[in-house]
């Protein structure tokens, strides 16, 4: 079941706690900013669900860019349960953003992968055989560091 609207806060809360778990960000949640992100008109939320247990979630959002005549999307995250990685669930889900994109009418949808969760060339290959082709690198570097 892949669901769009009408959120339960609890069920994208544990999600994002395990995605945080697993990732390479040592953070907690932020319930307020989860909130704003949810309830802002320029994001699409989809949380996925097997039966009644979520199991993946994308977040996703729109904006203008302040320098330059463009509209991008681009991901917050795309997270899927280690137990259902693997499946359909991430291409799907990857689809309904970029059929959303679409009538956002933005002009360039960015994907990346700054968390450290699954391997790097393995998530690179997914995005190239959606279409997506690679024109840089994130990089992470955390404060304090010189």
């Known amino acids: 079941i892949y669901k769009t609207e009408h959120h339960n806060?609890?069920?994208?809360?544990s999600l994002l706690t395990a995605f945080v778990d697993e990732s390479v960000y040592e953070t907690k949640v932020n319930p307020e900013g989860v909130k704003r992100?949810?309830?802002?008109?320029?994001?699409?939320?989809?949380?996925?669900?097997?039966?009644?247990?979520?199991v993946a979630i994308f977040m996703g959002y729109t904006y203008n860019h302040p320098m330059f005549f463009v509209k991008f999307?681009?991901?917050?995250?795309?997270?899927?349960?280690?137990?259902?990685?693997?499946?359909?669930?991430?291409?799907r889900l990857m689809k309904m953003y970029q059929e959303w994109a679409h009538k956002q009418n933005v002009?360039?949808?960015?994907?990346?992968?700054?968390?450290?969760i699954g391997d790097a060339t393995r998530v690179?290959?997914?995005?190239e055989k959606l279409g997506f082709k690679m024109t840089g690198f994130?990089?992470?570097?955390?404060?304090?560091y010189v």
């Open 9 to 13: 806060m609890g069920d994208i809360q």
């Open 37 to 54: 992100v949810v309830g802002s008109p320029n994001t699409l939320v989809i949380v996925v669900y097997n039966e009644d247990k979520p």
């Open 73 to 91: 999307s681009a991901d917050l995250l795309l997270y899927v349960s280690p137990e259902h990685r693997g499946s359909p669930i991430a291409v």
């Open 107 to 116: 002009n360039y949808i960015a994907i990346g992968q700054s968390t450290g």
């Open 124 to 127: 690179r290959n997914f995005y």
């Open 138 to 144: 994130n990089c992470l570097k955390e404060p304090g």
